[in-house]
């Protein structure tokens, strides 16, 4: 059975400072990884997602990595700014190819 | 194009009654995912339906929930009898292919239900 971890379970960090969100899954047979975004109260909104072939991707501030054999990947986001601050979500599909396998979510607060 | 439309976005019950929810995938969309995120957890996969049929329903709870997804209309997610551990925020996502590497699902703002 898949599981999905998520360290530190929150972060808090000036703004500026480059943040690094790690995830961890136990199964490496995976199709794909994504990283979601969600402010309180509100939805998922998708930042990255990188197939399993992939090792990492990138788009603006953002730069996700993939290291399926070790069955890890990071979020780093350059630059912090205070509305960076939410919970950030990593989730994988499964080769069933099917459904998503979240991660408890990593709570980040960025300090003005 | 729209996205992935849920209502209503929050819902009262009290304890006992049924609980409703509905999800419009994108245009073009004929693959449907529930999922369910309790206080302070992380989301967890319940049902997967395409059109008129359940697919993979493996993490609905044994009693009291049900999914449909019907020729027409939205998928709907009933909770019958709800009690107070039923309080969460349901989400629903769309994909245009079920499974394999190419299945992107895109989420809708979700329902929050809240039973008293």
Wanted: charged content about 20%.
């Amino acid at each position: 059975k898949q599981e999905v971890t998520q360290i530190p379970a929150a972060l808090s960090v000036p703004e500026g400072e480059n943040l690094v969100l790690n995830c961890s899954f136990t199964d490496s047979a995976i199709y794909n990884l994504q990283w979601f975004r969600q402010d309180p109260g509100k939805g998922l909104t998708s930042l990255l997602l990188i197939q399993s072939s992939q090792r990492e991707q990138t788009s603006g501030r953002l730069n996700a990595s993939l290291d399926k054999s070790s069955g890890r990947s990071t979020l780093y986001i350059a630059a912090s700014q205070p509305g960076d601050s939410a919970t950030y979500l990593c989730a994988v599909l499964e080769a069933a190819g099917n459904k998503l396998t979240f991660g408890g979510g990593t709570r980040v607060l960025v300090k003005p | 194009n729209a996205g992935v439309m849920q209502n209503p976005r929050h819902l009262v019950r009290r304890r006992g009654q049924e609980a409703r929810l509905r999800c419009s995938p994108m245009k073009g969309h004929s693959h449907v995912y529930w999922y369910r995120q309790l206080p302070e957890e992380g989301l967890k996969f319940m049902v997967y339906l395409q059109k008129e049929n359940i697919i993979d329903e493996s993490g609905m709870p044994k009693e009291r929930f049900s999914a449909e997804f019907p020729k027409e209309g939205p998928s709907i997610l009933r909770i019958q009898q709800v009690v107070r551990g039923d309080s969460a925020a349901y989400f629903c996502a769309s994909s245009p292919i079920g499974t394999g590497p190419k299945n992107i699902q895109y989420f809708g703002a979700g329902t929050r239900l809240s039973v008293l």
